[in-house]
């Protein structure tokens, strides 16, 4: 009887490790068909950090990735599905997209990146996460030919990021405001960048350079206050100001209501300002000093978080 008793319990202990298995392995097993991602926008250069300074902001976009039977995407898409099955080494899915959200397209606000890291998370999230966050940046970075907006977005806060190296980054406190103006214009990036310069005086090399380290000091130890100054770019808003004449006078009015300094975020068209005073005050002498007729102003604090997954479906 013992023996018998003994025999069942067996049997019911492998019965249950059986049951335990075939959930959790089908659990594992299940296929991701839908992933939403939310990705900050960002603003990028702050002046003199060109192609290597930039900020994540509390405004988003919303990409949505899901598998489909045949895809039908636009060419940064493909770009992007392309790179990540490449690097992931996982097999090629036809994959469908969508993007929504407070992002404005070519305002220099890293509409681009929210995109491109979007369907990145996404179709990492559909393959079982092959890849790790930093592997994912590295490729949104290669993709946009520069890392100043992808590293904010991927991490959030103000991020350092040199063309080799590491990123490095910190979060920003709630007390420091970002007033974005943004133009009803659109400037797209291979536009602004054909008006730069081959080469640039020493002079302006030098100031740029002590202005992007100030800013960079600011930024890691906190004491905003020391960014005041430190704004004035000498490597592509001078050359961009063609394209967008309105730069020099906004930021000026901005810094008369209070702002600690102003610059044009990106490749434009928007113009961002730094302040730990009276932000909507500054906002409406952006607005007036623009002397624009469709635009508008926005007050925005700093996302630290960077890149988020939302919601998934199986």
Known sequence: MAKLLLFFTFVAE??????????TLGQ????MNEVHVRVPATTANLGPGFDCLGIALQLYNTTTVWRVDAGDSDEMAREAGNAFFRVADVKPFAFGWKTEGGVPRSRGLGSSVTVRLGILHGLNELSGRPLDKHSLFRICSDLEGH??????????????????GPVQCYAVDKSLAFVLLVPSCEILTSEARRVLPRAVPFGDAVVSAGNAAAIAAAFASGNYRKLAGCFD???HEPYRERLMPWIPSVVAAARESGALGGWLSGSGSCVACATLVRPEKIANAMLVASGLDECLAAVVRADNSGVRILKKRE
């Open 28 to 31: 594992y097993g299940r296929i």
């Open 14 to 23: 492998i019965i249950g490790i059986l049951l335990f298995l075939f959930v």
């Open 147 to 164: 890392p100043d907006n992808a590293a904010p977005a991927a991490y959030g806060g103000f991020a350092v990021a040199p063309a080799s």
């Open 233 to 235: 770019d000498r490597l």
